[in-house]
């Protein structure tokens, strides 16, 4: 089993925590999206979407993650001999957390000039690999319209304050939730917590902890709580604790400079 991921990708966390829940061995690949590798004509042709995380398990390719963990949980199922663990109370908060896009939220965090540069040069990557791969220029130009489609929904403050709206939403329905079980879904770590869990480190990422975290005394206390579990510590807390969460992104914007000075995409 192959997957291929990226620390920062959200979604790939997902399906990584889920992973190391269950004790799945697999081998990692990383894909760094702000660089534009997940354009590379070999991985688009395995996953047109070209989002991450992709999950690859002999001819058996997905790439949504909620499909992913969905899979795993099957997998384990038809192995282990187990009944599935994913109860009604499990599905309903995954199909609520899958519910946000973290997109548009994300982006407006991010100040301008560095959205743009990272913006522009990704658009110039798609280009350079359409002349590479003349059949997939189709699948190509959706990826340009769309990153165009991106920049003007983030000119809409009206689609900005929609998405903090269900980031809103999905916080407070968590906090009182968390006032009644330990986890999402009742006394265990799920396959909901491992869905929610990267929302909170997107916030994290974001410097916006107090904004959305500290003033939820239950979510603040869940989160230190999922902190101490072995997954964190390996899919998350090796790259976000401290200085570590700077790492990878000073080294991607390094690349980014070097490669845009000598227009190499």
Known sequence: M???????????????????ECGIDYTSYHVNPITGKNMDASFFRMNPSATLPVFQNGSQVIYR?????????????SLECKDSSITTEVMDWMLKIEEWDPKIFTLSHVPNKYR?????????VVIARMSEA????????????DAYEIEDKLKDQDIID??????????DDAEMQL??????????????????VPVLV??????????????????????QLVKRRSSYKKVIGKHFSGWRKYRILVKTVCFLCIRSLFRMY
């Open 162 to 171: 929609q998405s903090e709206e269900k980031l809103v939403k999905l916080l």
């Open 2 to 20: 192959q997957l291929y991921h990226h620390p920062y990708s959200m979604d790939s966390q997902k399906v990584r925590l889920a992973l190391e």
């Open 179 to 196: 006032h009644e079980t330990q986890y999402l879904a009742g006394r265990e770590f799920t396959f909901a917590d491992s869905m929610f």
């Open 65 to 77: 993650a909620m499909d992913i963990i969905l899979y795993i949980d099957r997998l384990i199922v």
């Open 202 to 223: 997107r916030i994290t990422l974001l410097n916006l902890e107090k904004e959305y975290i500290d003033c939820r005394p239950q979510i603040k206390e869940y989160y």
């Open 116 to 124: 743009l540069f990272v913006s522009k040069f990704v658009r110039r």
């Open 134 to 145: 003349p059949d997939l220029a189709s699948v190509y130009h959706m990826k340009l319209r």
